[in-house]
């Protein structure tokens, strides 16, 4: 059993910064890649940023620049650093772990529950 626990967000005033995480335990064999993602107020779920297993990272042109991810593999985290935030930036944003079970041969995706990004004045 796989357990993805998410913290973070909260109301920021633009130009702020915001740091959000998320852990994964249980029984799991090997992480491929792990990334965050957000859905904006009446949008689709877009990629915001990943990072795979070699530690190559990808960022969406909307936060490069501005946003890091990175990852701690003691103890399977992941983090998204968010600076300079715009009121754009507003969402709900989302980790995601692609992951092998230790019970199972293929790759699944697994999401944490979502945590509120609001950046108003």
């Known amino acids: 059993q796989v357990q993805i626990v998410e913290s973070g967000g909260g109301l920021v005033q633009p130009g702020g910064s915001l740091r959000l995480s998320c852990a994964a335990s249980?029984?799991?064999?090997?992480?491929?890649?792990m990334g965050w993602y957000r859905q904006c107020p009446g949008k689709e779920r877009e990629l915001v940023a990943n990072?795979?297993?070699?530690?190559?990272?990808n960022y969406a042109n909307s936060v490069k620049g501005r946003f890091t991810i990175s990852r701690d593999n003691a103890n399977n985290t992941i983090n998204l650093l968010m600076n300079n935030l715009k009121p754009e930036d507003t969402a709900v944003y989302y980790c995601?772990?692609?992951?092998?079970?230790?019970?199972?041969?293929?790759?699944?995706?697994?999401w944490g529950q979502g945590t509120q990004v609001t950046v108003s004045s």
């Open positions: 990072i795979n297993k070699g530690g190559s990272t």
């Open positions: 995601n772990y692609n992951i092998r079970p230790s019970n199972l041969p293929t790759r699944i995706n697994y």
């Open positions: 249980g029984s799991i064999f090997s992480i491929f890649a």
